[in-house]
């Protein structure tokens, strides 16, 4: 079975290429950011977590200390890199797992992060989807409840779209809101592309 990665700047519509894909093509999305708020309490995870940050790294049993988590991220690159050394390999285990239950010719691997972390070679192939920065904008706005200065903040974080264009092996482009006709041709092509069969 084949790995594609799906990945996306904020506000790009990567979660909605995903549920197209799923709602018409039948293919399933491993969504990374919800399962990795799964791992941060697998038993393993959590000792390696609270001998590294300390017992304030949670709040209770099933709580995250999430301010002391967002400081880390955004404050403190070792931390960050000591956190993700943690995290990531739960991940990748969980996704292996999860992929052999899968039926289909290939599974989707939903990621903003894919190049920024360095994790496009797990995958046979990167798709990107992409839009124009004054859509990105107004869509994170929209779907956050956040001011520009806010999203731009964010984006900050991530790199430029150009230069994963370059490195995605096809890219979705996703400019307008009410375009899935538009969007299942593109998708349609990706299968061609990557040699995906779609049976």
């Given amino acids: 079975m084949k790995k594609v990665a799906i990945t996306g700047n904020i506000g790009s519509g990567k979660s909605w290429v ?6 018409h093509l039948g293919i399933p ?15 393993d995870v959590r000792q390696q977590l609270v001998k590294r940050f300390g017992d304030a790294f949670y709040l209770s049993e099933t709580e995250l200390n ?10 403190d690159e070792n931390a960050q890199r000591d956190l993700e050394g943690i995290l990531y390999p739960a991940l ?8 052999e239950r899968q039926l289909t010719p290939y599974v989707l691997f939903e990621s903003a992060l894919i190049f920024e972390k360095r ?8 798709v990107m989807v992409s839009a124009s920065e004054s859509t990105r904008l107004r869509r994170a706005m929209e779907r956050d409840h956040c001011d520009e200065a806010t999203v731009r903040a964010r ?7 150009e230069g ?15 375009e899935d ?16 069969n779609p049976q």
């Fill in 155 to 161: 984006m900050a974080k991530q790199w430029p779209e």
């Fill in 66 to 75: 999430r301010k002391l988590i967002a400081d880390l991220i955004f404050h």
């Fill in 119 to 126: 994790l496009e070679k797990r995958f046979d192939a990167v």
């Fill in 164 to 178: 994963k264009r370059l490195l995605a092996d096809y890219v979705i482009w996703h400019e307008n809101d009410d």
């Fill in 29 to 43: 999305v491993y969504n990374s950011d919800d399962a990795a708020k799964q791992m941060y309490f697998l038993p």
């Fill in 92 to 99: 990748f285990v969980d996704f292996e797992q999860w992929t």
């Fill in 18 to 23: 995903c549920e197209l894909f799923k709602r």
């Fill in 181 to 196: 006709e538009a969007l299942m041709k593109q998708i349609i092509e990706v299968q061609k592309f990557c040699g995906l």
